[in-house]
C-alpha cells in the first residue's frame, strides 16, 4: 500500500529540522525563515532534504508528476557563512535589480545569497518563488525554447 504521508516525511527520508541541526545557529535562523516564505508563498510546494546534494529542495506538483524548481542551502565554510535561496531556471527570471547571483557560474540557476545579520526582503523573495513557479510549471518544450533563447541550453 502506498504512503499517505507527505512527500517530506516519508520514513526513509530525512526531516528538514533534523537535517538543519548541522549548521550554526545563525544559519539555521535564515533557512527557517526562508522555509516559511516558500511555505507561506506555495504551500502546495513539496519540501525534502537532498542529502546528495547538500541542500533542501522544493518541487512543486504538476499533474501526476513533480517538477523541482527551487532550494535553500546553507553554507557554512570560513569565507562563505551564507544561505542560498535558489531558483532551478533563474536564467528565465526578470532580475532587474541584478540581485540573482550565478550568472557566469551557471547556464540556468540562479539564487540569492542571505548571510547572517542582513535582512531578508521578503516581498522580493514572494515575487521571485512565484516567477519560478511559473517557468517551472510551463510546458517542457516552452520552456525548453526560452532556455535556447537565453543561450541555456544548445539549440
Do not use: C
Not at 545563525?26 to 519540501?47: K, Q, S
Amino acid at each position: 500500500m502506498p504512503s499517505t504521508k507527505p512527500a517530506a516525511h516519508r520514513g526513509d527520508e530525512i526531516p528538514p529540522e533534523a537535517w538543519l541541526e548541522a549548521y550554526p545557529p545563525p544559519l539555521v535562523e535564515i533557512a527557517v525563515r526562508l522555509r516559511a516564505i516558500v511555505r507561506r508563498t506555495l504551500p502546495d510546494a513539496i519540501e525534502r532534504v537532498r542529502p546528495g546534494w547538500g541542500i533542501l529542495g522544493y518541487d512543486l506538483p504538476a499533474g501526476r508528476r513533480s517538477v523541482f524548481f527551487a532550494w535553500i542551502w546553507p553554507q557554512a565554510q570560513p569565507r562563505h557563512t551564507h544561505v542560498h535561496l535558489g531558483f532551478v531556471h533563474g536564467v528565465l527570471m526578470d532580475d532587474p535589480d541584478g540581485r540573482l547571483e550565478g550568472a557566469g557560474v551557471t547556464r540556468n540557476a540562479r539564487w540569492v545569497t542571505v548571510r547572517p545579520g542582513e535582512p531578508i526582503d521578503e516581498p522580493r523573495l514572494v515575487e521571485l518563488l512565484r516567477e519560478a513557479e511559473g517557468h517551472a510549471l510551463l510546458p517542457a518544450p516552452v520552456r525548453r525554447a526560452l532556455l535556447r533563447d537565453r543561450g541555456a541550453i544548445q539549440p
